[in-house]
């Protein structure tokens, strides 16, 4: 019997650790797989209007439309944004760490600036009553191995131009 063990074991062995292998590769391109089949379907910026009727403090607000083919929720690291009025960059944010079901989830964001923050030609576009607004940023969604550390991560950029009218503060 011990002979029969003896010789068998090193098989058992090598057959064990090919089958931990191929399941851990498996798992491995499963997660990668569902991570980069999200897509953003839809981006818009809603509106740009000033805070108060002082006309100095303003709030541009947009949406992105994510789409999760897959069956299960992918967790997300963050959305970033980076806002431009009339080509002048105004400042950056992000939504960190949230998840994504199943389907398409809409996730609409804020960015706030004053209008000190901008050159004097800006100021006098924005106020004029239009301008043009542009948001670029990504989504970054990393590929978990077994929930437990990130070995990959998938970046999905976006970005929206737009002009917009100036809401009305009244």
């Known amino acids: 019997m011990k002979e029969f063990l003896g010789k068998y074991f090193g098989k058992i062995k090598l057959a064990i650790t090919i089958i931990i292998i191929a399941g851990v590769a498996i ?3 499963l997660v990668y797989n569902a ?3 999200i897509e953003i379907t839809d981006k818009r910026i809603i509106s740009l209007y000033p805070q108060s ?3 100095d403090e303003y709030e541009v607000k947009f949406s992105l439309s994510i789409k999760n083919p897959k069956g299960t929720s992918i967790e997300v690291d963050y959305i970033s944004y980076r806002v ?3 080509d002048e960059f105004l400042g950056e944010g992000e939504k ?3 998840s994504i079901d199943p389907g398409i989830t809409n996730h609409t964001l804020l960015f706030s600036f004053t209008i000190y923050d901008l050159s004097s030609s800006t100021q006098r576009v924005l106020l004029s ?3 043009n607004v542009t948001i670029k940023g990504e989504v970054m969604i990393p590929a978990k ?3 437990l550390f990130t070995w990959r991560h998938i970046t999905i950029p976006y970005t929206l131009h ?3 009218e100036v809401a009305s503060p009244y």
Request: proline share 4%.
């Open 27 to 29: 798992h491995l391109v």
């Open 96 to 98: 960190p760490h949230f």
């Open 145 to 147: 191995f077994l929930g």
């Open 84 to 86: 431009y009025i009339e």
């Open 129 to 131: 009553g239009a301008a």
């Open 162 to 164: 737009e002009r917009m």
């Open 35 to 37: 991570a980069n089949s």
């Open 53 to 55: 009727v002082l006309l």
